[in-house]
């Protein structure tokens, strides 16, 4: 039995029984019912994962996960492969946007080398874990072997599984690799059965012509893979997506097998997390979608998985930072959860039933 079963055998449905409790307090508290809107629903979320009416504020871990790709070495991306290693070190110094906005929200960052075609020493927040120096070209062959895929799904899960039991009860799953919004489209156009064009954007900042590129890029991909079974998740996501795809899968799995919710970011993070819900549906009410990505591929799969992003600022970055952005929002869904008054405690008449 592969390592990820074990993992897929302990994701149990989440305590539905909360929901109404949950809506009693929330009713309960001195403002008309539902005047809160998403605020109310997210803490009702969060009482329903966590099993209890006694919420705390969480504390927040994020992992980029890093991975170079075939297809940037076709040409398909506006950025060079080596800018992947480049960024890791921009992470590791603390440098990047999504540094930045974690400060913000106390989240601890690891990085995670899953697939860099670079040799990094050892640095502080640094996680060597690297399957393969990239993926091969999936308009070609398939991106990586089963193997891989697998090892870098359980790569994730070791991860999450470490910043859980370091005091982390809120994940995020971030990434970094050029060329990754071209698998991710890929994934959603396959899973989905969409022409490419409806799930494909312009990733760093591609001109029409560079985006009809991938498009076509992506069309032929589809083509050589065509026999693919999509009913096995993971065989589509070795043929298609990337290591850092792979390892996000396993992480979000791993996450809610442990009762932890995970905020998803944009199109790549969304879709690890919609490979994630194709072998294990179980796991989709552990995860919130923390932004609206520009990336249109993202629209798409959280369609599939009827999520709704938290907060939509024209953001297309990645790295998690839409998701870092939004741990604010549930922050907040949290206080209003335990610190407003009720009408009781408050002497405010009420509403009436």
Do not use: W
């Not at 990085?111 to 040799?119: A, M, N």
């Not at 071209?182 to 490419?196: D, E, G, M, V």
């Not at 969304?270 to 294990?280: D, E, M, Q, S």
């Amino acid at each position: 039995m592969h390592r990820l079963e074990e993992i897929l055998r302990q994701i149990k449905e989440p305590a539905t029984e909360m929901a109404e409790k949950a809506q009693v307090h929330l009713d309960n508290l001195t403002k008309p019912r539902g005047a809160l809107g998403r605020l109310e629903q997210v803490a009702a979320r969060l009482c329903i994962i966590k099993g209890s009416l006694e919420l705390k504020q969480p504390t927040c871990g994020a992992a980029i996960f890093a991975a170079d790709h075939g297809s940037a070495l076709d040409g398909v991306s506006l950025y060079p492969r080596e800018v992947t290693a480049q960024m890791v070190y921009n992470f590791l110094s603390g440098g990047a946007a999504m540094n930045v906005l974690c400060r913000q929200v106390d989240s601890v960052v690891k990085v995670v080398d899953v697939g860099v075609d670079h040799d990094f020493e050892d640095a502080p927040d640094l996680i060597h874990a690297k399957v393969a120096r990239g993926t091969k070209s999936f308009l070609r062959e398939p991106a990586m072997t089963r193997e891989e895929a697998l090892d870098a799904m359980m790569a994730g899960a070791k991860v999450a599984r470490e910043l859980i039991d370091s005091g982390c009860d809120l994940l995020i799953p971030g990434e970094m690799g050029i060329g990754n919004t071209t698998s991710s489209s890929a994934l959603a156009a396959f899973f989905l059965q969409k022409n490419p064009a409806e799930v494909t954007g312009r990733g760093t900042g591609l001109d029409d012509e560079g985006l009809a590129r991938k498009v076509d890029y992506i069309k032929g991909a589809l083509e050589l893979h065509k026999d693919l079974n999509p009913c096995d998740s993971v065989g589509v996501l070795a043929a298609l997506g990337g290591l850092e795809i792979a390892a996000i899968a396993g992480y979000a799995l791993k996450a809610a097998s442990l009762g932890v919710p995970v905020i998803l970011d944009g199109i790549i993070s969304t879709a690890g997390g919609f490979v994630a819900c194709r072998i294990c549906p179980e796991a989709l009410p552990y995860f919130f979608s923390g932004h609206a990505s520009v990336e249109k591929g993202q629209a798409a799969m959280l369609k599939g998985m009827a999520l709704e992003p938290l907060l939509d600022l024209d953001m297309r970055l990645g790295e998690g930072t839409g998701a870092a952005l939004s741990v604010a929002v549930v922050r907040a869904a949290v206080a209003i959860f335990n610190e407003m008054a009720t009408f009781e405690s408050a002497g405010v008449i009420g509403h009436e039933d």
